[in-house]
């Protein structure tokens, strides 16, 4: 079974661009080879890769030790040449590789933590689910901490429910059939009602949190719901969902550990800002 789409957080952003910068450095490199360059400056050239990989790893401090560092390595490289005819004819030379180098480190490294420092600022405020546009896992745990919070001070009442299901369908096929009980569940939603999409090890997850809704609504709303996703031209098979429903303060405990299993998600889904 293909697996869910994942997030392009800053971990999976990093190891994108450093795969891009090895395949363009290395392209460089492999063609100053095939032009017969200099040796030295083939190699000096490819000394910027571990610039590239040390500021993505480390951020600006390592990006200045590995600028540093490919100076004095293209320095020892040099240093035959400028043993058998004077240092004189290289000085310009050794000059702009390690400017040149020191620069790449240093501004590399700025813009890769300023680079760290949007996503997962981003990441922290991110309520949208990028599969289908729905709410989140992070959302849900804010909505019913709210919903609980309500209910506590207006002795107000909330539910709910849940199904889920490890969908058979592959590829673009499963991300068109996720979208479309996504719009499906929307459809049949109140205005109040917020609707949440997650996965869990594979599993797909929708979520609904109905405002002053008791068990017996939330019962007939579930109930409705499944009906509804059965009968729609996308249908999976009846019965093919698993449903939950609970409701604050009947289900207290229940409601807990939905929220631990969302928060399970949430690390998951934001490992830079895991803490909610």
Same mark, same amino acid.
């Given at each position: 079974?293909?697996?869910?789409?994942?997030? %392009?957080?800053?971990?999976?952003?990093?190891?994108?661009?450093? %795969?891009?910068? %090895?395949?363009?450095?290395?392209?460089?490199?492999?063609?100053?080879?095939? &032009? &017969?360059?200099?040796?030295?400056?083939?190699?000096?050239?490819?000394?910027?890769?571990?610039?590239?990989?040390?500021?993505?790893?480390?951020?600006?401090?390592?990006?200045?030790?590995?600028? @540093?560092?490919?100076? $004095?390595?293209?320095?020892?490289?040099?240093?035959?040449?400028?043993?058998?005819?004077?240092?004189?004819?290289?000085?310009? $030379? %050794?000059?702009?590789?390690?400017?040149?180098?020191?620069?790449?480190?240093?501004?590399?490294?700025?813009?890769?933590?300023?680079?760290?420092?949007?996503?997962?600022?981003?990441?922290?405020?991110?309520?949208?689910?990028?599969?289908?546009?729905?709410?989140?896992?992070?959302?849900?745990?804010?909505?019913?901490?709210?919903?609980?919070? &309500?209910?506590?001070?207006?002795?107000?009442?909330?539910?709910?429910?849940?199904?889920?299901? &490890?969908?058979?369908?592959?590829?673009?096929?499963? @991300?068109?059939?996720?979208?479309?009980?996504?719009?499906?569940?929307?459809?049949?939603?109140?205005?109040?009602?917020?609707? @949440?999409?997650?996965?869990?090890?594979?599993?797909?997850?929708?979520?609904?949190?109905?405002?002053?809704?008791?068990?017996?609504?939330?019962?007939?709303?579930?109930?409705?719901?499944?009906?509804?996703?059965?009968?729609?031209?996308?249908?999976?098979?009846?019965?093919?969902?698993?449903?939950?429903?609970?409701?604050?303060?009947?289900?207290?405990?229940? @409601?807990?550990?939905?929220?631990?299993?969302?928060?399970?998600?949430?690390?998951?889904?934001?490992?830079?800002?895991?803490?909610?």
């Amino acid at each position: 079974m293909a697996a869910p789409m994942k997030r %392009l957080n800053y971990e999976r952003t990093r190891w994108l661009l450093l %795969l891009a910068g %090895l395949v363009i450095l290395g392209g460089i490199a492999a063609i100053m080879f095939a &032009r &017969r360059v200099d040796p030295v400056e083939v190699a000096a050239t490819i000394l910027f890769l571990p610039i590239f990989m040390s500021f993505l790893m480390f951020g600006l401090r390592g990006g200045v030790i590995a600028g @540093v560092l490919a100076s $004095l390595a293209y320095l020892y490289l040099r240093y035959p040449a400028i043993d058998a005819v004077g240092a004189d004819r290289f000085v310009g $030379l %050794l000059v702009t590789r390690t400017v040149g180098y020191l620069s790449f480190g240093a501004a590399g490294g700025w813009a890769s933590s300023v680079l760290k420092t949007s996503i997962t600022k981003l990441d922290l405020y991110d309520h949208i689910d990028s599969e289908t546009g729905l709410y989140n896992s992070r959302y849900l745990i804010d909505t019913i901490d709210l919903e609980k919070s &309500r209910a506590v001070r207006y002795e107000k009442i909330f539910s709910v429910v849940t199904i889920e299901q &490890r969908l058979a369908a592959t590829g673009k096929a499963r @991300v068109r059939l996720v979208k479309e009980i996504a719009a499906s569940i929307r459809a049949g939603a109140r205005t109040v009602d917020q609707v @949440v999409h997650a996965t869990d090890d594979g599993v797909d997850i929708f979520s609904v949190v109905l405002p002053e809704t008791g068990p017996e609504g939330s019962a007939i709303f579930a109930t409705k719901l499944t009906q509804q996703i059965d009968e729609a031209p996308f249908s999976i098979g009846p019965g093919s969902w698993t449903t939950k429903t609970v409701t604050f303060p009947n289900d207290e405990t229940e @409601v807990d550990q939905l929220v631990a299993r969302f928060r399970s998600i949430v690390k998951a889904d934001f490992p830079e800002t895991a803490t909610v």
